[in-house]
């Protein structure tokens, strides 16, 4: 039968020998308020009668051998170790080489303020087992039986890190029940204590961290700048608070009065509604508030008729006064295209009001006409003498020093192109016996040219047509109009002599060559076009205006001379 902690056969335990006494693994455990028997005059215990016990498996090594080859292996690891040989056995010198390893570790260079030598351990020779070390992970014993006593320490190499030990017998003091903020303590003091594993005996107040460093405690300093943070809180949400009331219920901001006396140039886009409208204005510094335009504008109950264009405004106007001038004519600053303006003249306007030199935006329309937005039908034309011709539309469009040619160009570009979609030219032509669109518009062109009112521009349109067509007995296919041949010369004169028309070799003029002319001679307007896709049906071939304000129309060759006659007889009173 094999005991736990000793081998069959073996000598009986010593009484001086220290892994038998308090806390060895043959006696019962020690107390910690017991004192080492290396401390002072050894203890002797009568000797107790054995009990037999369970057979157990022991990693220690195999006992049925009496403990020999456990034993020999634990010396020999041991011996290992510790990296030296068994000396004779010495009590004063193992206890004072105990009390040397009780220093504290400073956190700097190891354990005492440098690297320690190992301390060697002479073993007992009454004590076959007095070499053996704990298992591995198993807790170590109190080989010296005092509190403040520590195990040797390992090389560094082979250190292993002690699990923290639980806390058992905590006090919570005078101040129980109180949270560690406000009882001014804070969280290291409960890792400090937990630290202190031997410091049962010692008051809350000898209590330190570890290096021997007094613990930190809270102070006012740390409560103020909580309150400070907690302040800024509250603070940030009144504040947004406050802009949130503001933006919902609270009046928008506005300037009061009409404006600083510094003007300055707005551009209202084409379909601005009153909040695009407010951005711009504001972007420039007009108005304090898009909200402020916006309900301005609404209230108003002319404001949503405001237009695109350029408008001249002052700095810190009111949102009312801002509405009021926008809706002024005064206010407009923008370039209008009258009906029928000629591109050659448009081009002038341009640069005057951009203030460039003469010909600059003429010179653009000749080199970049293909980039600035032309539709397919209106390209790759031959003869033509201006391919914008006709797509310059009239309206008014925002031109102000500082803007590119090119850039006003592609504005009316866009706006005729934009209406002669919403008409349907591409969609008509066929149905009134022209080959496309392109015909159509030279046809409005010519209505627009030789009308004298939007009364009569059905009439002169129905006049195109029915010359226009093959076979007629009045005309032959001759137009005959005198505005293509004032076009092709520049220029805009009534009294023109057959003779000088009909020799003039152009395509231009209508009196020499059979059809349309190759191209668009004007810019239409709104009603020339729908006179133009709308033509009369009452048979008319003829016109002449005697008063240079209407027009006179008529269906025979002999009725319209008649006409003629008349208005001669009235220039030579």
């Avoid at 092709?488 to 057959?498: E, M």
Wanted: proline letters at 8%; one cysteine or more; glycine letters at 14%.
């Amino acid at each position: 039968m094999t005991e736990y902690g000793r081998g069959q056969g073996s000598e009986p335990w010593h009484p001086e020998d220290p892994l038998y006494g308090d806390g060895g693994w043959g006696g019962q455990q020690a107390h910690a308020g017991q004192q080492s028997p290396y401390g002072g005059r050894p203890q002797h215990y009568p000797e107790q009668p054995q009990q037999p016990q369970q057979p157990q498996q022991s990693h220690y090594g195999d006992w049925s051998d009496g403990g020999q080859s456990a034993y020999g292996q634990a010396q020999q690891q041991y011996g290992q170790y510790g990296g030296h040989q068994e000396q004779p056995y010495d009590q004063q010198q193992y206890a004072a080489q105990a009390q040397h390893q009780q220093q504290p570790y400073d956190g700097d260079d190891g354990w005492g303020g440098g690297a320690q030598p190992h301390v060697q351990y002479p073993a007992d020779p009454s004590d076959p087992y007095g070499q053996q070390s704990a298992g591995y992970g198993a807790e170590r014993p109190d080989f010296y039986g005092t509190p403040e006593a520590y195990p040797p320490p390992e090389p560094p190499g082979r250190r292993r890190t002690e699990p923290e030990p639980q806390r058992q017998d905590w006090d919570p003091g005078p101040d129980e029940g109180e949270h560690a903020f406000f009882a001014g303590g804070n969280a290291d003091d409960r890792d400090d204590d937990a630290d202190d594993g031997d410091g049962a005996g010692r008051g809350r107040g000898e209590r330190r961290g570890r290096g021997g460093k007094p613990r930190k405690r809270r102070n006012g300093c740390a409560c103020l700048v909580v309150c400070l943070v907690l302040g800024g809180g509250v603070a940030g949400v009144g504040y947004f608070g406050y802009q949130f009331y503001q933006d919902r219920f609270g009046a928008a901001p506005d300037y009061a009065g009409d404006g600083n006396g510094e003007q300055v140039t707005v551009t209202i886009p084409k379909g601005a509604g009153g909040w695009t409208i407010g951005q711009e204005l504001k972007k420039k510094g007009v108005v304090k508030s898009v909200d402020a335009f916006v309900a301005a504008q609404q209230s108003n109950p002319r404001g949503k008729s405001i237009q695109d264009g350029v408008y001249t405004l002052q700095k810190e106007m009111s949102a009312e006064s801002a509405v009021e001038l926008l809706l002024s004519p005064e206010s407009r600053s923008n370039l209008i295209i009258a009906e029928g303006k000629r591109n050659a003249d448009i081009y002038q306007l341009i640069d005057k009001r951009l203030e460039v030199d003469k010909g600059t935006t003429a010179k653009v329309a000749e080199t970049k006409w293909k980039s600035l937005g032309l539709p397919d039908w209106a390209t790759n034309h031959e003869n033509v003498k201006d391919p914008l011709e006709g797509f310059l539309y009239p309206s008014s469009y925002s031109a102000a020093k500082g803007q590119k040619p090119e850039d006003v160009l592609k504005q009316m570009v866009a706006r005729a192109t934009e209406k002669y979609e919403e008409l349907g030219l591409e969609k008509k032509a066929e149905s009134l016996g022209l080959e496309g669109p392109w015909q159509l518009l030279t046809v409005a062109s010519l209505v627009q040219a030789e009308g004298t009112s939007h009364d009569d521009f059905r009439k002169m349109a129905e006049v195109v047509y029915n010359r226009l067509e093959p076979g007629n007995e009045q005309t032959n296919g001759m137009l005959e109009f005198d505005s293509t041949y004032n076009y092709i010369k520049n220029q805009s004169k009534l009294d023109l002599s057959l003779s000088e028309l009909r020799n003039y070799d152009n395509p231009y003029n209508t009196y020499y060559t059979k059809g349309l002319p190759p191209g668009p001679i004007s810019n239409p307007g709104e009603e020339a076009l729908k006179g133009a896709l709308d033509p009369t049906d009452g048979g008319w071939y003829y016109f002449i205006s005697l008063d240079g304000r209407t027009s006179e129309f008529t269906k025979t060759n002999e009725d319209h001379q008649k006409l003629v006659d008349k208005w001669n007889a009235s220039r030579n009173n």
